[in-house]
């Protein structure tokens, strides 16, 4: 019991310890392609919305692919190094990052097809992810 409670914990954090190297990885390369202007007061939510609204849309393109491959990576390690290789481990982690994926939607203003491709291929990332994560 214990040894299957510290393998699902291990699972975890090894999960979003990957998602968050994936999650910088991404954001670190839309910032290579559109970098905030110099001198920009990156706190003020203001700033960041103007920001977000110039986005090109072949960044915004490459934002999608990184999140859907960051969702999986992050859901398929779950699943895989969890006890028994359950599914609950990589939904978890899917599931808090589709999360946090819509709040970031949410809060920024993203384009209508930028939310909709990621409301449609993270949830396929996780689904996929879970799958092969079993085998």
């Known amino acids: 019991m214990i040894r299957s409670l510290m393998r699902s914990t291990g699972a975890i954090i090894a999960s979003l310890i990957v998602a968050m190297v ?6 670190g390369i839309t910032t290579i392609f559109h970098p905030f202007p110099p001198g920009a007061d990156t706190a003020d939510q203001e700033v960041v919305r103007a920001h977000v609204e110039k986005f090109p849309h072949w960044v915004l393109a490459i ?11 992050s859901a398929w ?3 895989r190094l969890g006890t028994g290789r359950h599914p609950a481990h990589g939904i978890a982690i899917g599931s808090l ?26 949830p396929l990332a996780i689904f996929g992810a879970v799958k092969l994560g079993r085998f």
């Open 22 to 27: 994936l999650v910088i990885a991404v954001e």
């Open 63 to 73: 934002g999608v692919v990184g999140w859907g491959v960051t969702t999986f990576v």
């Open 77 to 79: 390690i779950a699943t």
């Open 97 to 122: 990052l589709l999360l946090a994926a819509a709040f970031n939607m949410f809060m920024l203003p993203y384009p209508v097809w930028f939310v909709l491709a990621n409301l449609l291929i993270l």
